[in-house]
């Protein structure tokens, strides 16, 4: 299964975070299940990129378990008043 190409519009990267503010999962695992087939890379940039242009709306602490995927330790950031560290 292919998934789109990249969009890091300012749009998409809007439409994204409102929609992770909208669930309970860290934005990482949001970022996964919305696109399943993605590489890793690609969804760190999303991940970069919302994180780049609306902190404010995330939450992490630094002392949490991370994510360990494909050799990557992922700190878990919640939208905020979510944080399930």
């Given amino acids: 299964m292919e998934y789109k190409?990249?969009?890091l519009s300012i749009e998409n990267i809007k439409r994204l975070n409102e929609k992770c503010q909208n669930q309970d999962k860290d934005l990482y695992m949001f970022l996964k299940d919305e696109f399943p087939e993605m590489d890793i890379e690609d969804r760190l940039k999303y991940?970069?990129?919302i994180l780049n242009d609306h902190f404010e709306d995330y939450e992490f602490?630094?002392?949490a378990p991370r994510h360990k995927d494909e050799g990557y330790s992922?700190?878990?950031f919640w939208p905020k008043g979510k944080n399930q560290s």
């Fill in 47 to 49: 991940l970069a990129t």
């Fill in 74 to 76: 992922i700190v878990k």
């Fill in 61 to 63: 602490n630094e002392d």
């Fill in 5 to 7: 190409k990249l969009d």
